[in-house]
């Protein structure tokens, strides 16, 4: 069993749709990164969080420190927004990274 | 903003070459780090830099060296490049206190 999660897998949604992408670990961690990554490689961070809700413009991150659970969320979803959405969990140097998630918004 | 850099976005090499990629990074970031991607797979940790002239070992060191002579340059090494050495490689900095990743753009590494 990996040690994170992500769920779905793959996401295919309309426009305007509210989304909502999984990830669940195993380990003790003291963060939690969102990040996404368009084709073509380049990745950005989203989000680091260590406990609560934290929201920036129509991407809102919320994490159960108990549950050992994260959600990342899209309002009012763009097809801009289409990329795959990564997790990762870790503690000092070490991250261990979801597969990711991809997702299509269709106009 | 962070400019992470890496020096090339495709590189083609022949099996055997050595091969270096580079990473250079303008905001005085402690740690950094070199990872690989691969279809279908997260991104596995080749190595990390946490000072000038340190470095410690990832998932999959093997095949691979770094150098950190100066704070703002991180360089991955391939001695002798094989086939699987084909892959997306990703530079990445972070501040201490781990707070967010800046990566680099991404060499696209195909090894013939």
């Known amino acids: 069993k990996n040690e994170v999660e992500q769920s779905p897998q793959n996401l295919t949604a309309q426009e305007g749709e509210f989304i909502t992408i999984n990830c669940s670990y195993s380990?003790?961690?003291?963060?939690l990164h969102w990040l996404q990554q368009h084709p073509g490689g380049g990745i950005v961070s989203l989000f680091m969080?260590?406990?609560?809700?934290k929201k920036h413009g129509r991407l809102i991150a919320t994490i159960n420190i108990q549950e050992k659970h994260s959600s990342l969320h899209i309002t009012a979803s763009h097809p801009r927004d289409s990329a795959v959405y990564i997790c990762a969990v870790g503690s000092n140097y070490q991250l261990i990274w979801g597969a990711g998630t991809k997702l299509i918004i269709k106009p | 903003d962070v400019k992470v850099t890496q020096s090339s976005r495709y590189l083609v090499k022949r099996t055997g070459e050595k091969v270096f990629l580079e990473c250079v990074q303008d905001m005085d970031h402690e740690n950094m780090f070199w990872y690989r991607q691969d279809p279908g797979l997260g991104l596995r940790l080749i190595y990390f830099s946490y000072d000038v002239k340190m470095k410690e070992k990832g998932d999959i060191p093997e095949g691979y060296s770094v150098s950190r002579e100066k704070k703002e340059r991180f360089s991955l090494i391939l001695e002798s490049a094989s086939t699987n050495q084909t892959s997306m490689y990703l530079c990445?900095?972070?501040?201490?206190?781990?707070?967010?990743?800046?990566f680099g753009s991404g060499t696209q590494l195909s090894v013939l």
């Open positions: 969080l260590s406990s609560g809700k």
């Open positions: 380990v003790g961690i003291s963060a």
């Open positions: 990445a900095t972070r501040t201490d206190g781990n707070e967010k990743l800046f």
